[in-house]
């Protein structure tokens, strides 16, 4: 039978395996090795011979700050330090790969509930991201088995530019400025559980348009305890984007204390803030929208507190689909 078709053979032993991508990553997949988690965030692949295994996990890339020890940190909490007890941990000098991103190399010792293993974590730094990929394989004999298929994958990772990333579902990262020009909204809100009661809600909004001019609008309430009041700020102001870079210049801001009969009980002055963020989109399976996520040095009045997801825990996160409810308008 395999006789018969000597050339079939041949061509699928020399197939390419298909790139794929993750975030605003593109990578080759490893070849030879079973895709085994597909969850939103990560991509895992695993190979098992006989009692061996090797499990590479890419974890998707987020916006990278200034702080490059506190990148790599962070991608050891999440990746590593969150699921495992590390010993033994030691770390390469940064080097580059074949793609021209940063690479950060450490390995350890790792334990859990179900046992020990060797592992690596390769953070990658570069194109404003920082995203990792961990190896996993049951001892330090057999995880070099794994490295060079590792390294394959590592070495194949790009990073889409600004001109190409789209807003297709799946994707994540920086876009193009004209995607840009929308209305972005986010809204909070405060119960306490049993009561009805409400400690305060936020509603707040971003207008950018194709000018390069924007508006932003913030709705505080304060909630069930106290005097009815809602707290207002309107700035408006010029934007620049220069790739994953967005720079909010204000040239008017104000702010009013207003009662539920729409009085003017006090005036305040609210802080003109100059700031830039790292920009992206992330699509969200669950809302099925794409977000866009505002990253800037350190929280902001404008926006506030940090929303605190676990995929940007240091950020903003706007819609451009979801209903605004000004109690104001």
Same mark, same amino acid.
Not at 141 to 169: F, M, N
Not at 184 to 210: C, D, H
Not at 261 to 280: G, H, M
């Given at each position: 039978?395999?006789? @018969? ?25 490893? *070849?030879?090795?079973? %895709? ?19 499990? /590479?996990?890419?974890?998707?890339? &987020?916006?990278?700050?200034? *702080? ?14 969150? &699921? ?25 010792? %790792? ?31 057999? /995880? ?8 394959? +994958?590592?070495? $194949? ?14 994707? @994540? ?13 986010? $809204? ?21 348009? =194709? ?6 609008? &913030? ?8 005097? !009815? ?10 934007? =620049? ?18 009662? *539920?009969?729409? =009085?003017?009980? =006090?005036?305040? &002055? ?21 977000? %866009? +996520?505002?990253? !800037? ?17 240091? $950020?903003? $996160? ?10 104001? !308008?």
């Amino acid at each position: 039978m395999l006789r @018969s078709l000597p050339c079939v053979v041949t061509l699928l032993l020399s197939a390419p395996v298909a790139a794929e991508t993750l975030g605003v990553w593109t990578f080759t997949p490893p *070849d030879g090795y079973t %895709l085994t988690d597909s969850a939103e965030g990560l991509r895992g692949y695993t190979k098992i011979t006989g009692k061996t295994f090797c499990a /590479i996990g890419l974890y998707v890339p &987020r916006v990278a700050t200034s *702080d490059v020890p506190a990148d790599i940190n962070k991608e050891w909490a999440d990746v590593i330090a969150a &699921r495992f007890s590390a010993a033994n941990v030691v770390r390469a000098p940064a080097k580059p790969t074949k793609k021209k991103l940063t690479q950060y190399v450490m390995g350890a010792n %790792l334990s859990d509930k179900n046992g020990t293993y060797a592992a690596q974590l390769v953070v990658l730094i570069g194109g404003g991201t920082v995203g990792s990929v961990r190896l996993m394989s049951n001892d330090a004999r057999t /995880i070099t088995t794994c490295q060079d298929a590792t390294r394959g +994958v590592v070495d $194949s990772i790009t990073i889409k530019s600004a001109a190409t990333v789209t807003s297709e579902p799946g994707d @994540s990262g920086t876009a193009t400025a004209a995607s840009l020009a929308a209305a972005w909204s986010a $809204s909070s809100l405060s119960k306490e559980p049993g009561t009805g009661m409400s400690n305060g809600s936020i509603v707040r909004q971003y207008v950018f348009k =194709k000018d390069g001019t924007y508006t932003f609008r &913030r709705e505080t309430w304060f909630g069930h305890h106290g005097p !009815p009041r809602w707290y207002i700020v309107d700035e408006s102001g010029t934007y =620049k984007v220069a790739g994953n870079r967005l720079t909010l210049t204000p040239n008017a801001v104000k702010g009013v204390v207003k009662d *539920d009969k729409n =009085k003017v009980v =006090k005036t305040e &002055r609210p802080a003109a803030e100059t700031t830039t963020y790292a920009w992206q989109f992330h699509y969200s399976k669950g809302l099925q929208e794409n977000q %866009l +996520v505002l990253t !800037p040095e350190k929280a902001t009045s404008r926006d506030g507190a940090f929303d605190g997801g676990s995929l940007f825990p240091n $950020s903003y $996160s706007y819609s451009s689909q979801s209903k605004v409810e000004w109690r104001y !308008p």
